[in-house]
């Protein structure tokens, strides 16, 4: 679900060091069939070639308000009409207080000035630069006057300072415009996904846990996030970190995860069951190390509470989602568990295909049939389990 696919992008650049990640985010824009027009500040020109920008995006510079191969001798109007938004990456201190200030004295600060589409901007600076009050004034100008900003991030400088400041990598810039323009299928659902492995101890060091990565399941909340939901991610230990607008619950054991779920059940729209959940836990578990010298080990085990089942059993569930991982007759024990989890829908995979992997494909069951997602990124099939959530929804 690449959505970023066939639009018209007018990307400016300004006269900082990072105008030389804007060849590689051209290179990202094209690759994904992207149209991209470019246009260079006098600035900019110091720093990189028209000629290189040119190459790498199929399409004539425009460096001038003068530019004479425009038809009608705007350039400052008809470029701006042509694209589905402007991105300046990077954009300076200085062209960053053009824009907040409304000033347009030359063709991409005019163009700014004279859109009729969305601006994002890709800030690249000193950190000193960006720190100062000037400059956060003026941020918080373009946040106010929903201007998208991407990054900046911090790390080593072109100066040789740490800091705030550094423009964004072409890669982050592009994945944050592809997230961002994904439809807001989920806007104002409260969504609760779990994800990550849990953890059974059995004394004070040793335990049992269930194998996974949890890039399925944050994929998945990263993809609600995406789509306008409310998004509460309950994660067993994983080493990831999770979407930015997304509530983290860390949890430990079967026993936490059930708990904090349950907790989030009178707010709950729709509940997303991608963790690893462990069946069983230790009954006669032991508060300290068992030594090897100990008597001959016998753990005896207890069952752990069914979440998802539990949730789905309620008298007004929520839209549930379950998740199996199988190693084999994928789609045929997936059908049955849908059937005995009395769920709506449920993704199934071969586990071992895809365990730590960031690729997946995804078996999608409802009561309609199954749909088969195609090989592809985990935030990919994420956005497509998104979709079929949203369509299943407004049938139900």
Not at 19 to 31: G, N, P
Not at 337 to 355: D, G, Q, Y
Request: proline content about 4%.
């Amino acid at each position: 679900m690449n959505d970023i696919a066939g639009k018209k992008i007018l990307l400016g650049v300004t006269g900082g060091i990072a105008a030389y990640k804007a060849a590689e985010l051209v290179r990202l824009l094209k690759k994904s069939n992207v149209d991209v027009n470019v246009v260079l500040t006098d600035s900019a020109k110091e720093f990189i070639s028209p000629v290189t920008l040119q190459a790498l995006s199929g399409n004539r510079v425009h460096t001038s308000m003068w530019d004479q191969s425009i038809p009608n001798g705007m350039p400052h109007i008809e470029l701006s009409r042509q694209c589905d938004f402007i991105l300046i990456a990077p954009a300076t201190a200085d062209f960053i207080s053009k824009v907040a200030n409304g000033q347009a004295d030359d063709l991409l600060s005019t163009l700014c000035l004279a859109r009729d589409c969305p601006l994002i901007i890709a800030p690249a600076m000193n950190k000193q630069m960006w720190e100062n009050p000037s400059t956060q004034r003026n941020i918080a100008t373009l946040i106010a006057d929903g201007i998208k900003l991407i990054g900046p991030d911090a790390g080593e400088q072109a100066c040789g300072e740490l800091g705030s400041g550094r423009m964004s990598e072409p890669e982050s810039i592009f994945n944050e415009i592809v997230s961002w323009l994904q439809p807001q299928l989920l806007t104002g659902k409260n969504v609760v996904v779990t994800a990550g492995p849990t953890y059974e101890a059995i004394d004070a060091v040793r335990g049992i846990t269930n194998a996974s990565s949890g890039k399925m399941g944050y994929a998945v909340a990263q993809a609600a996030v995406e789509a306008g939901a409310n998004v509460t991610l309950i994660s067993g230990k994983t080493a990831l970190a999770a979407p930015a607008k997304a509530s983290l619950v860390s949890v430990v054991s079967a026993q936490d995860m059930y708990e904090a779920v349950m907790s989030q059940l009178d707010q709950m729209d729709i509940f997303i069951s991608v963790a690893a959940v462990a069946d069983y836990r230790v009954k006669n578990r032991s508060e300290h190390k068992i030594k090897k010298s100990d008597d001959k080990l016998n753990i005896e085990f207890i069952e752990n509470p069914d979440i998802l089942k539990s949730v789905a059993s309620r008298k007004k569930p929520p839209f549930c989602v379950g998740f199996a991982a199988e190693s084999q007759n994928v789609e045929d024990y997936a059908k049955k568990k849908r059937i005995e989890k009395a769920i709506p829908l449920i993704a199934a995979n071969v586990v071992t295909e895809v365990l730590g992997s960031d690729q997946n494909s995804l078996l999608l069951i409802d009561e309609h049939g199954t749909h088969r997602l195609p090989t592809s990124s985990k935030i990919d099939q994420a956005r497509s389990l998104i979709k079929r959530i949203s369509e299943l929804m407004k049938t139900n």
